[in-house]
């Protein structure tokens, strides 16, 4: 029993900035990887940006220079730092992450989602 709890999301103006984070809690053994994904009224979710457990990141194309992925493993959390935001930016905002909740089971698990709007 995990969950991805979210915050940080909000109303920004174009240019700029919001961190998202996103902490795991219950029965987590070990997190693999982790990462963002968004979601636009009408459009499909598409990826953000991912994290793996040694770190490495990758990112969409749409926000490559803007934005970046990082996590604290201690703290079984992972961060969106969003600059130079854009209205096209504007989404709901999903954490994920590959959880180990006991010995022979892992899955993947999702936040509920916290809304960014960007607009002046």
């Known amino acids: 029993q995990v969950q991805l709890v979210e915050s940080g999301g909000g109303l920004v103006q174009p240019g700029g900035s919001l961190r998202l984070s996103c902490a795991a809690s219950g029965s987590i053994l070990s997190i693999n990887d982790m990462g963002w994904y968004r979601q636009a009224p009408g459009t499909e979710r598409e990826l953000v940006a991912g994290?793996?457990?040694?770190?490495?990141?990758n990112y969409a194309d749409s926000v490559k220079g803007r934005i970046t992925i990082s996590r604290d493993n201690a703290k079984n959390t992972v961060y969106l730092q969003m600059n130079s935001l854009k209205p096209e930016d504007t989404a709901v905002y999903y954490c994920?992450?590959?959880?180990?909740?006991?010995?022979?089971?892992?899955?993947?698990?999702w936040g509920q989602g916290t809304q960014v709007t960007v607009s002046s």
């Open positions: 994920t992450a590959k959880v180990q909740s006991r010995r022979f089971s892992v899955d993947r698990d």
């Open positions: 994290i793996g457990a040694g770190g490495s990141t």
